[in-house]
C-alpha cells in the first residue's frame, strides 16, 4: 500500500491531466456547459480521485477496487475526447495530445493493478 497518494505517479499524472483538460475545456461553446463539458471534467477529475480514494480506503481489496473504477474513468474521457474532437471542439492537435496521455495513463493504472493484485 502506498503511504500516500501523494506519491503515486499515476496520481499526480491524473491530476495533470485534470488541470490540462479544464483549461483545454474552457473555450468549449457554452451550451455544453451541462453536458460535453461536464462530462469530460466530471471523467478527468474521477481518475484522481478514485485513486485517493482506494488509497484512503487502507485496504489492498479497496484500492485494487478503486483503482479499476480510475482505469475506467480513463477509458470513458478517451471515448468523450473523440467525440470533443469529432464535433470541432477540440482541435486535432490537442486531441492526439491528450489522447496520448489518457492512453499511457490507463496503461500505468491497468500495471499498477496487476501488481497491487499479485501482491496479496
Given amino acids: 500500500m502506498p503511504e500516500s497518494v501523494?506519491?503515486?505517479r499515476i496520481w499526480q499524472e491524473g491530476m495533470q491531466l485534470a488541470k490540462?483538460?479544464?483549461?483545454?475545456?474552457s473555450s468549449w461553446p457554452?451550451?455544453?456547459v451541462y453536458g460535453l463539458t461536464a462530462q469530460v471534467r466530471r471523467a478527468v477529475v474521477s481518475i484522481p480521485a478514485n485513486l485517493a480514494e482506494?488509497?484512503?480506503?487502507?485496504?489492498?481489496?479497496?484500492?485494487?477496487?478503486y483503482s479499476r473504477i480510475a482505469l475506467g474513468s480513463a477509458y470513458e474521457l478517451g471515448t468523450l475526447l473523440r467525440l470533443a474532437r469529432d464535433f470541432g471542439y477540440l482541435a486535432h492537435a490537442n486531441?492526439?495530445?491528450?489522447?496520448?496521455?489518457?492512453?499511457?495513463?490507463?496503461?500505468?493504472?491497468?500495471?499498477?493493478?496487476?501488481?497491487?493484485?499479485?501482491?496479496?
Wanted: aromatic share 8%; net charge neutral; no cysteine.
Fill in 30 to 32: 457554452k451550451e455544453e
Fill in 95 to 120: 486531441f492526439e495530445e491528450l489522447n496520448v496521455r489518457v492512453s499511457s495513463l490507463a496503461k500505468q493504472i491497468s500495471a499498477f493493478i496487476s501488481y497491487q493484485e499479485g501482491r496479496k
Fill in 6 to 8: 501523494e506519491n503515486l
Fill in 54 to 65: 482506494g488509497v484512503g480506503r487502507g485496504t489492498a481489496a479497496e484500492l485494487s477496487r
Fill in 20 to 25: 490540462d483538460i479544464y483549461r483545454v475545456s
